[in-house]
């Protein structure tokens, strides 16, 4: 079974056991769908509202938008423990004569490239949620602003947890050129990632505020 086919109760037992995976990356994707899903919440609760009506087509395409980050988002949960049982996998290979551990190694190398691969693509999506936010922010129902601001907290804690599975992949990955080019890439995109989400959310605690 899929873990994104589990009831909430039935995930969260597994996280919490002593399986590795699903672990940090499958939980930051989960917060990453969530805060899409809100985006659509959102959306959907100014979509045929008078008071909205002229940005109501705008908001009709930013749900579809946000319905598409989301289920990238939940494919990503079960990719991302897939792609560290590559790496589990790999321990149980045999490492008895050079040729075996030549063999071991590069299927380690390239386990590890998947498991910075999964995350990276998360960070992205977390992105582009937040430019969805940023687009309809002062668009949307405002009686929904708590509900858009935990998107935003949402998408910001799922590239952070993200970034953090990249980083630890990028330690043990003797590919240079892969590891510089994640690297210097990510760093930009988490920089984006949380100057936007602070932005944002300094932004709608304004306009909670007394």
Not at 135 to 144: D, I, P
Request: glycine residues 6%; aromatic residues 6%; charged residues 25%.
């Amino acid at each position: 079974m899929k873990l994104i086919d589990k009831s909430i109760r039935e995930f969260n037992e597994v996280l919490a056991s002593e399986i590795p995976a699903p672990g940090g990356g499958s939980a930051a994707a989960l917060e990453g769908a969530i805060g899409a899903a809100l985006i659509g919440m959102v959306a959907s609760l100014t979509v045929g509202r008078k008071k909205y009506s002229e940005h109501d087509s705008f908001m009709k395409d930013i749900r579809k938008r946000a319905d598409e980050l989301r289920k990238k988002m939940l494919d990503i949960i079960d990719r991302d423990t897939e792609a560290y049982n590559m790496v589990s996998n790999v321990f149980a290979m045999p490492k008895n004569t050079d040729d075996e551990r030549a063999i071991r190694f590069d299927a380690m190398q390239n386990a590890l490239k998947a498991c910075t691969i999964t995350p990276f693509e998360m960070i992205q999506c977390a992105y582009e949620g937040l430019v969805l936010i940023a687009e309809m922010f002062g668009k949307h129902n405002t009686n929904a602003a708590s509900d858009l601001g935990v998107a935003v907290l949402s998408l910001k804690a799922s590239a952070e947890g993200a970034w953090l599975n990249v980083l630890i992949n990028l330690d043990g990955i003797r590919d240079e050129i892969f590891s510089a080019k994640y690297m210097i890439s990510g760093s930009d995109l988490i920089l984006k990632v949380t100057d936007l989400a602070d932005d944002i959310h300094v932004d709608i605690l304004h306009g909670l505020l007394p």
